[in-house]
């Protein structure tokens, strides 16, 4: 081995170092950073990527470098500056983070990639560029005329069966003229692209004064500059988008990333913005199938397109020069990964930006606390779009004390009256205003964040409800299929036809959910078309579009659904949003609760209203002094904002403080118990013996669902208003701290949680 020939090599294992590899001299030196490796690693061969030269270390004999698999590196320099501030700032292996930033395809050393897939091609193979020689070619074959004509205005070739729909001919049509030489049929790859029919929709022509003064300042701004664009819904947001993307794009070989929260979202957005670039877009999320992700990844990564538009993972698009890093809707908590690394995309986005040198746009009607607070701090630009566009108005909100409705409902209730479901439910002022749109026409949106028919089923004589048996929380009862399930494992029983506990007849469903819901608004309005969705109805791979098209088609009346209808939505002909019940989340344990409340009322009221016909919101709720909800209805973001953060300064949360939280699991309760308090105490201990005054323990205590899938679960929390005490504190714990990692015990270090659930 000539001297020097040594690699530094980041492997997706969960160790947190890197290893040191020789490169042979049958191996091309220098390896590229960010470039994939095939290495041993523990009897087995293993996909690593390459983080650049390394010290050969004394005295020790390295493994050799097996193949280099990248002629160009998959990751780009910036992506692997990225990585390296996710591990260290998230407390996640290096090998690990690196590996979530590569389709699945390419991280599998011994796994073949999915097939390409193939098209025939039809190509032009004679020229006759004169008209006579047409007409003596084709004298007796006018449908071999038509078929030539269409190939030469489309640069001389053609996808086999879209060239038989345009020219309306058989297949034989084609073979004869492959007969004669004219054309020629090929075997050809072709990506895999689902959103590839789709058709774009154009963006409004002209932007508004607010929208001008946006993109002004936007494209104004300092490589990195971080820009905070608050914009009520309805504002334009997306035309800003579009309009900065157009001028950074202008420059060549700029490239540009988009993110939206939602799966859901992806199929509008990309409507959106094909419309204004065409083909130039390329979709990135989880919901695609590997060989779809691999074609999209590849063809950014070769140019061939240059603006990457998904949900989180789509921060990882292998872009040369991105020029700009779009996040809408960053208040989202679909940003924040769930597994390792758990990290924030939106934090994530603004450490690639400036790697890159691009600007940063973040999004939202509802900025997140540490968003406003950022801007408040000096470190973003904040942006005001004040008004909807094209002079739309904001929808009226009108509040509904249901526990008025109740009482009223049973002051004028005749003794022994059927008991009427609906009661409970809806609210008169509801029903009358979905009778009215139908009646004209006009279509509605029904809220209730919580999937299921019922919350639970209860014994009627004993007060048992049947819970999960390997999670602390009660099953959930569905009615198609019945069944009781379990949204944290899925697990599911039959419904009993008695109590478990006490043999009593009849249990009782309690609560309320989408299922219900849509059973009573079909009763209620027969000749409604209705359709449903929350996770049951979009499990399948093109549910959320499938139903959100028909919605734009007009297909539906009545859309109710889960938090996933809330955001982004734009249908001119929704009049009426209905929020069947807006204090299901008010009472979580978790200090984001408010937040999330007044976000979710504030962006659903946001649907209505948005074409000619004008709108209106209703919002049923059992706590309409709470703030979340107060601000929500008159549209007050600066007013909850205020008081929000009142009540985060004390006892400190975020934005004010950097948290963490530290959870042990364990298939034992008592032995998870006994390790979360051990590593509590042996933290308390150093943070002492080290002085770590401006560091805060809070706990330990079991988690508010204290066991999911069979594994019990302690957490404490940290806090800190030192950043990067918090960084060195999280790795050391991640590291070092004295809890066995094995299948009976895990500790999980969560930087920045969005729950504390």
Known sequence: MSAGRCIEVALAVPLFRTFSYRVPDGVAWPVAVGARVLVPFRNRTEIGVCLGAAEPPAGVSLKPVRAVVDDVPSLPAPLVHTARWIADWYAAPLGLTLRAMLPTALTQPNTPSPAAKTQRVVHLMQELPSLLQREQTFARAKQQRAVYDLLEAQGGMAPLEALRVQANCSAGVITAMVKRGLVEVRNEARARDPFAERAGVAPPPHPSVAQREAIASILAGDPGQVFLLHGITGSGKTLVYIEVLRAVLAEPGRTAIVLVPEIALTSQTVDRFR?????????????????????????????????????????????????????????????????????????????????????????????????????????????????RAAGAQLPPVTVVDMRAVSQQHLAHRAPHAPHDPAVGVFSPTLLAAVESRLTLGEQTLLLLNRRGYAAFIQCQACGDVPVCPHCSISLTYHRVPEALVCHYCQHQVEVPAVCGRCGAESPRKRGLGTQQVERLVAERFPDARIARMDVDTTSGKWAHTQILDRVGRGEVDILLGTQMIAKGLDFPNVTLVGVVDADTGLNLPDFRASERTFQLLSQVAGRAGRGAKGGEVIVQTRMPEAHAVRHALSHDFLGFVREELGARRLPAYPPFVSLANVLVSGVDQVATAAACMGAAEWLGELMTRQGLRDLVLVGPAPCPIDRIKDRWRWHFLLKSSQPKLMTRVARYVAERCPVPRDAELRLVVDRDPVSLL
């Open 275 to 387: 419309g204004a670039f065409g083909d130039d877009v390329a979709v990135l999320h989880s919901g695609l199938s590997d060989g779809e992700r691999l074609d999209a990844w590849h063809a950014l990564r070769r140019g061939e397109r240059r603006i990457a538009v998904g949900a989180r993972s789509a921060l990882f698009a292998p872009l040369e020069r991105v020029g700009v890093v779009i996040v809408d809707e960053e208040h989202e908590g679909s940003y924040k990964q769930s597994e390792t690394p758990r990290y924030h995309a939106r934090e994530a986005a603004i450490v690639r930006a400036r790697a890159e040198g691009a600007l940063v746009v973040l999004g939202s009607a509802t900025p997140s606390l540490e968003s406003w607070e950022r801007a408040d701090r000096g470190q973003a630009v904040r942006l005001t779009l004040p008004d």
